[in-house]
């Protein structure tokens, strides 16, 4: 019976009655997401969180009188600073507010507990000696499509080095194995989208405001942006390695121009992602999330009980066509949907050693490349599928 119909009737029996069970029904109906028909925003603040990159005992990559340490900091405070002074609906968290060293799982943990929103990580690039790099760059989780990228990942990752037992803590990962990385395939996850517009407005930020030459926006396996629940970026200020880069973020107005460029990103994506009013009418009944459900084609119909092995390529938030030229002619190209995320396979075949074959074509083009595979139209353990082949055999 629909809501109207029912507090209708009741008026013939008692108004008091009436604004109860009507103010029931809406509590009951009208909640979603802990936000209530006709109020205009939720009782709960925007939480940014702000981490300061390393910290402490880890200094972070060193200059010839800077420590990336500090400089990360002294962004950090002071894009928190314009925030709270300015966004009284934000509640600002802080990974650390001074010198000490802070694990990347905690910082990860920070956040999550507190139902972030957003969650900022501050660092400082460097490169080798004798070599010069300048500009400014934002990264998002994903797979290093760029040597440079996967560097720059393993020297941020390497803090977990000083950790006290790191490969428990961190299931065995190796920072500077890049076998290691294979894992941030599945990690994007729906916030990429958001993630990403953030980073495409810290870099015209960057660029603008801080007067940086823009690196762009990447993606890179960094355990610190792995365990958050939330959109997340890491962004790298500049490059502590090269003098004059050096001298302009560890000065007054270096901190001040990047700070700003982060601020005022900030403000754009927090426009666009405003607490707002959602209105429930008498047709919209709030529905449980539906379990995700993995797409596959012929090749692992539910009629082929066999494991099938195909080679994952690359992961994307957009259908592609399979003669996308960014295939490089490898056919035939499949896909399976899985976290709002289209991922791409090459080839498939009931044979282990066949698939080892195409993982080796397809690294020509796909240095990330990996043998993934499927059981009656579902996605299972490579091992599972390997040990079932063998007995299927016998």
Known sequence: MKMHYICIIMIRINTKIIISVCLLLFAFCGRVDGLYAGTASSDKPFILVIDAGHGGKDPGALGRSA??????????????????ENHSDVKVIYTRKSDIFVTLGRRAEIANKASADLFVSIHTNAL???KIGRGAETYTLGMARADDNLEVAKRENA??????????RYQGFDPNSSESYIIFEFMQDKNMENSVNFAK???????????????????AGFLVLRETSMPSVLVELGYISTPD?????????????????????????RKGHSKTTITITENTIPQPPQPLKETVKAETKKDNPS???????????????????????????????????????????????EAVKLKNTAKKYFKEAFIIAFKNGVKTDVQKA?????????
Not at 246 to 252: H, N, P, Q, T, V
């Open 201 to 219: 407005n810290i870099q015209k930020e960057f660029k603008s405001t801080g007067g940086r030459i823009d690196k762009g926006v990447h993606q």
């Open 128 to 130: 080798p000696k004798k």
């Open 386 to 394: 390997i040990n079932e082949t063998k007995k299927n055999k016998k």
């Open 159 to 168: 803090v977990i080095l000083v950790e006290n037992d790191y490969q428990e």
């Open 67 to 84: 420590k990336e340490k500090d400089i990360n900091l002294s962004v950090a405070k002071a894009f928190g600073k314009l925030v709270e």
């Open 307 to 353: 494991p099938v092995f195909k080679v994952q390529l690359m992961a994307s938030s957009q259908q592609l066509k399979s003669n996308n030229p960014r295939f490089k002619g490898l056919k035939p190209i499949d896909f399976y949907k899985e976290k709002g995320l289209y991922k791409y396979t090459y080839g498939a075949t009931n044979d282990y050693q």
């Open 245 to 269: 880069e050096e001298r302009f973020l560890s000065s007054k107005n270096g901190i001040n121009k990047m700070s700003r460029s982060l601020y005022n990103a900030f403000c754009q994506y």
